[in-house]
């Protein structure tokens, strides 16, 4: 079983910026890490991932605001979001397919875009 702690949630003006870190237990190896998101009354849907080399997939609405990163030593994902917008609010949930099989998510992370 894999363990995922977020953190770096919080409320933020329009046009400003927050850092999601995941990070997960250790001693696997995780093939592909991504966040997700599910805004109230909407589906989960698709933010960004990145595989184990660093290969990157946005969702178009987070293109060029929204960077991915990883830290394969620490086991741990980050999410630096800029220039945030009203309709970015929803909880932020981390997931992580690990090698050669399972696939897990973290406990979701409030974020609140509002003025």
């Known amino acids: 079983q894999v363990h995922l702690v977020e953190s770096g949630g919080g409320s933020v003006q329009p046009g400003g910026s927050l850092r999601l870190s995941c990070a997960a237990s250790?001693?696997?190896?995780?093939?592909?890490m991504g966040w997700y998101r599910q805004a109230s009354g909407n589906q989960r849907e698709l933010v960004a991932t990145?595989?184990?080399?660093?290969?990157?997939n946005y969702a178009d609405s987070v293109k060029g605001r929204f960077t991915i990163s990883r830290d394969n030593a620490k086991d741990t994902v980050y999410l630096q979001m800029n220039n945030l917008k009203p309709e970015d609010t929803a909880v932020y949930y981390c997931?992580?397919?690990?090698?050669?099989?399972?696939?897990?998510w973290g406990q979701g992370t409030q974020v609140t875009v509002s003025s």
């Open positions: 997931n992580v397919e690990q090698w050669p099989g399972g696939n897990f």
């Open positions: 250790p001693g696997s190896i995780y093939s592909i």
């Open positions: 990145i595989t184990s080399r660093f290969r990157t």
